[in-house]
């Protein structure tokens, strides 16, 4: 099955810093790679998705890239706010009737004022 | 984006006996529901994926006796965790996608914190 692992673990930066979050996936049968944002006792939220057939893709601060040979793709957030502080997880799946994600460990983002 | 309602958000239940947690989508039509189990500070583990009218698919090393999954309507589905210990206690989450279309989002429920005593 899929596997997908995220670093770091836990990212601190000031504000106005850019922050990357990575991570890799196993199965080249994936095409289809959500972010979500979770803050402390929410719901995960989508914040940007990509597909195998882009290779980056924006939304205002958030920024996502994909290197499919490679297997990795990437978060992007510039210009960082204490409000972005959130457990961040990225997942790879299949698409159509094979959806399923499988999520990295995620990634808990820090933003210090 | 659509909304998928979990209920309850916390119980709290003694040592034995069963609970039910219930996912709806409110304004789309589910075909597949998913049901993840939250560690603190860890990442979502799938514990199984339900598709209406048919079983659940349960993930490896999950009992699919203690957690009884129905997804009886395109817009229900419910997680019973029966005889419940301790041990059990966790954060339970729920998504729904959409019954439409290619690389559809899922969106989730808001969550269910079971605590057994």
């Known amino acids: 099955g899929e596997n997908v692992e995220q670093h770091p673990s836990t990212l601190s930066v000031q504000e106005g810093d850019s922050a990357v979050i990575k991570c890799t996936y196993s199965d080249s049968a994936s095409n289809y790679f959500p972010w979500y944002k979770q803050e402390l006792g929410k719901r995960p939220q989508l914040i940007i998705d990509i597909r195998s057939n882009v290779g980056e893709k924006k939304d205002q601060r958030i920024a996502v890239t994909l290197n499919k040979t490679a297997k990795h793709f990437s978060l992007h957030i510039t210009e960082t706010q204490p409000e972005d502080s959130a457990v961040y997880f990225c997942?790879?799946?299949?698409?159509?009737?094979?959806?399923?994600?499988?999520f990295g460990r995620g990634t808990s983002l820090i933003v210090h004022p | 984006g659509a909304v998928v309602s979990q209920h309850p958000s916390w119980v709290i239940c003694k040592s034995g006996t069963s609970v039910k947690i219930e996912c709806r989508s409110l304004d789309f039509q589910a075909t597949t529901m998913f049901w993840y189990r939250q560690f603190p500070k860890q990442s979502l583990m799938l514990m199984a994926t339900s598709n209406e009218g048919s079983k659940a698919t349960y993930e490896q090393g999950v009992e699919k006796d203690k957690f009884l999954i129905n997804h009886a309507s395109l817009t229900l589905s419910t997680l019973t965790v029966t005889s419940a210990h301790p041990e059990d206690s966790s954060f339970y989450i729920c998504?729904?996608?959409?019954?439409?279309?290619?690389?559809?989002?899922?969106?989730f429920g808001q969550g269910t914190r079971l605590t057994v005593v």
């Open positions: 998504s729904a996608r959409r019954a439409t279309g290619e690389n559809t989002e899922a969106f």
């Open positions: 997942a790879a799946s299949k698409g159509g009737g094979s959806y399923i994600p499988t």
